[in-house]
C-alpha cells in the first residue's frame, strides 16, 4: 500500500510501485489521485493537455503504468517521498503557490475546539479571526 498526500488530501494507493524515484502506477489510479488523464494528446486534465516529448514518453508510461513522479515532475510540481517509498507528497506547483500568496487569502482548514467541535475557517468568512499558533520546538 502507498499513501499519496496531495492538496485534494490523502488517498491510499493499493497497486502502485515505488521504484528509488519512480512511483509507478496504472491509469486509472493516476486519474482517480489527481484527476490527469493520458491521452492520446499528452497528459490531460479537463479541457487542459500537456504533451509528452517523445523522447521522455519511454521513461513516463510503460505499457498500461505510469511514473505518477516523473508525471508530476513533468508538470513542474515538486515531488517527495520517505526512505521506504510507503509515503509520497505531490506538492503544487510554484505558479500556483504565488497565486495563493498573492490573493492575501488563507487556505481553508478545519479544527477542532477545546470541546471537540469542528470549526472551519470559511465558516467565518468576511469576519475578523485571530488565529493563534504554537510549537514546543
Given at each position: 500500500m502507498t499513501v499519496l498526500l496531495t492538496d485534494e488530501g490523502e488517498v491510499t494507493l493499493a497497486a502502485a510501485r515505488a521504484e528509488g524515484e519512480r512511483l509507478w502506477v496504472d491509469t486509472a489510479a493516476l486519474e482517480a489521485a489527481t484527476g490527469w488523464?493520458?491521452?492520446p494528446e499528452g497528459l490531460c486534465r479537463d479541457a487542459v493537455c500537456v504533451p509528452i516529448p517523445p523522447a521522455r514518453k519511454g521513461e513516463i508510461v510503460r505499457g498500461?503504468?505510469?511514473?505518477?513522479a516523473a508525471v508530476w515532475?513533468?508538470?513542474g510540481h515538486p515531488?517527495?517521498?520517505?526512505?521506504?517509498?510507503a509515503v509520497w507528497a505531490l506538492g503544487e506547483g510554484?505558479?500556483?503557490?504565488?497565486a495563493s500568496l498573492r490573493s492575501l487569502e488563507a487556505?481553508?482548514?478545519?479544527l477542532p475546539d477545546v470541546a471537540g467541535r469542528p470549526h472551519a475557517l470559511?465558516?467565518?468568512r468576511g469576519k475578523k479571526v485571530l488565529l493563534v499558533?504554537?510549537?514546543s520546538w
Amino acid at each position: 500500500m502507498t499513501v499519496l498526500l496531495t492538496d485534494e488530501g490523502e488517498v491510499t494507493l493499493a497497486a502502485a510501485r515505488a521504484e528509488g524515484e519512480r512511483l509507478w502506477v496504472d491509469t486509472a489510479a493516476l486519474e482517480a489521485a489527481t484527476g490527469w488523464s493520458l491521452r492520446p494528446e499528452g497528459l490531460c486534465r479537463d479541457a487542459v493537455c500537456v504533451p509528452i516529448p517523445p523522447a521522455r514518453k519511454g521513461e513516463i508510461v510503460r505499457g498500461e503504468a505510469v511514473d505518477l513522479a516523473a508525471v508530476w515532475r513533468h508538470l513542474g510540481h515538486p515531488v517527495a517521498h520517505d526512505e521506504t517509498g510507503a509515503v509520497w507528497a505531490l506538492g503544487e506547483g510554484a505558479a500556483e503557490r504565488a497565486a495563493s500568496l498573492r490573493s492575501l487569502e488563507a487556505p481553508d482548514f478545519t479544527l477542532p475546539d477545546v470541546a471537540g467541535r469542528p470549526h472551519a475557517l470559511s465558516d467565518y468568512r468576511g469576519k475578523k479571526v485571530l488565529l493563534v499558533s504554537w510549537a514546543s520546538w
